[in-house]
């Protein structure tokens, strides 16, 4: 019964919608801070946000049935994209210039691999339950995965080295929110695709306690 619930159409679409709000509210405190600050690495989280909030507007486009290859061919570039980002910002906390420009090169070249990738293929309808949960073509599960597995790592890799050093309750709640943010794909119920969503509404209240 209370799985029914979350994952009812009316469920889905009220959950991205307040993921929506409160993505716009966070990527807006995120903008402001780097225009005073001038810091990178803000510059690409908040852009990754904002990007962030777009995909999640997609997602309820497509809650409310409308779907074409246009927009889901967007939306699998605007989540790939949005983890390299988060990425990007991590990698600007590096010390290690030759490693941030080797990343740099990666970046340019797997997203435009990933791009190339998404305009050939037929993705197909891939929203079950209201959600975008269904198989890709191999050529964009690979190029994706190139993209965000390594940028993953990255993540986590410098999020945790950070908290060691800090010991914020904040930070920790950073982390927690970036990696939810990053992998939530991954975080299927296969009876249950609608978690997806959930997922990401717990990794953004988790980003907007950390940084607001």
Do not use: C, H
């Amino acid at each position: 019964m209370v799985f029914d619930i979350l994952t009812s159409q009316l469920s889905v679409e009220v959950t991205t919608v307040v993921t929506l709000l409160l993505t716009i509210f966070l990527a807006a405190v995120m903008t402001k801070r780097y225009m005073k600050r001038k810091s990178v690495s803000l510059m690409y989280w908040s852009t990754a946000i904002w990007i962030f909030a777009l995909g999640v507007f997609i997602e309820i486009v497509f809650a409310y049935g409308i779907y074409s290859q246009d927009l889901i061919r967007s939306y699998l570039f605007l989540v790939a994209v949005l983890v390299e980002l988060l990425a990007l910002g991590s990698m600007q906390l590096v010390k290690n210039r030759n490693a941030k420009k080797v990343y740099n090169v990666f970046v340019i070249l797997s997203t435009l691999l990933l791009a190339y990738s998404l305009m050939i293929s037929n993705i197909g309808n891939i929203i079950t339950d209201y959600v975008v949960f269904g198989l890709l073509p191999i050529s964009v599960v690979i190029t994706s995965s190139i993209i965000t597995f390594p940028a993953a790592i990255i993540l986590i890799a410098v999020a945790v080295k950070s908290y060691l050093v800090k010991r914020s309750s904040k930070l920790l709640s950073i982390i927690a929110g970036v990696i939810i943010v990053s992998i939530a794909g991954t975080l299927y119920i296969v009876q249950y695709p609608a978690f997806l969503y959930i997922a990401e509404f717990v990794g953004i209240l988790a980003l907007w306690y950390g940084f607001v």
